[in-house]
Every structure is written in C-alpha cells, then in structure tokens.
C-alpha cells in the first residue's frame, strides 16, 4: 500500500485543490462561479481561526485528497467543535485509505486544538462513503435542513 502523507494546504496548491475540489463539486451534481474558487482558497489560507481549514492527502508526492473544515461554537458544551465540511479522494486513489487517513488527520487536529468532536453530513445514498463513515463514527438521528429563501 503507497505511503499516505496528510498535510496543510499551501498556497502553490491551487491548480491542485482547484481539480480535487471541482471533482467533488461534480460528485455532487454541482458548479460554483470563479469568485467562489478564488474567495474559498483565500479563506482556507487565512491564519483567522474562525475561518476554514484544508489538509491534503499526497501519495507518491501527488495531491490525492482533501477535507475542508472548521471549528465553531456549541451551545450544548463550553469546548468548540469541528465540522467536516468536504471530504474527497480522487477516484485514482479510492480503496487505499486516504478519506479515512484524511478524518482521522482532521480529527487529531481539532483535538489538539482542545476540540474533542468533529461531525459532518453526507447525502444518504452517498453508501461507498457511508461504508466508511460507520466504521470510523457514530451515526447520529439527526436530519440537515435548508432555508434558502
């Protein structure tokens, strides 16, 4: 099994993020404008702590994955949480550890961070993903809803 290296998301990035990124996008049936790529890579860049982060998954020195994510407040304990926004390999890479290399990573971070819960949402038929995602958390009965009008 080819060595998986999880680090953060450097500004020579780009071109790399901007394809891993869009394939997600894709994965999900879904575009967002140009403005959107360059306001989200100076986000993920920022040194704000409210602000999103990104680790990269490499094999062989390649960009193969990455997982956005944010710490934010919870009214329900006084520590933060984290929450897993995007998380994606590349399909050249699927089947070799690198989402579940890349959950782990962001989870070790938040708790270094003194964070001790990182959650995210995946779409129900999303099964490949979910396969994984009931082996390393807890499912929990809660449903997303969106407003947005």
């Not at 890479?93 to 962001?106: C, F, H, M, P, S």
Request: aromatic share 12%.
């Amino acid at each position: 099994m080819p060595t998986i290296t999880i680090r953060p998301l450097t500004a020579a990035d780009e071109p790399e993020w901007r394809r891993l990124w869009t394939a997600y996008l894709a994965f999900y049936q879904t575009t967002v404008p140009e403005q959107v790529y360059r306001t989200s890579f100076a986000r993920l860049l920022s040194p704000n702590a409210n602000e999103y982060k990104c680790l990269i998954a490499e094999m062989g020195g390649k960009p193969v994955g990455l997982a956005h994510f944010l710490y934010h407040r919870f009214m329900w304990t006084v520590a933060d949480t984290c929450y897993l926004m995007d998380l994606f390999t590349d399909p050249s890479a699927r089947g070799k550890g690198v989402a579940r290399a890349l959950i782990d990573a962001v989870h070790a971070a938040a708790k270094r961070d003194g964070i001790p819960t990182t959650y995210w949402n995946t779409q129900d038929t999303n099964i490949t993903a979910r396969k994984l995602y009931d082996q390393v958390a807890t499912l929990t009965p809660f449903l997303t809803y969106e407003k947005t009008d």
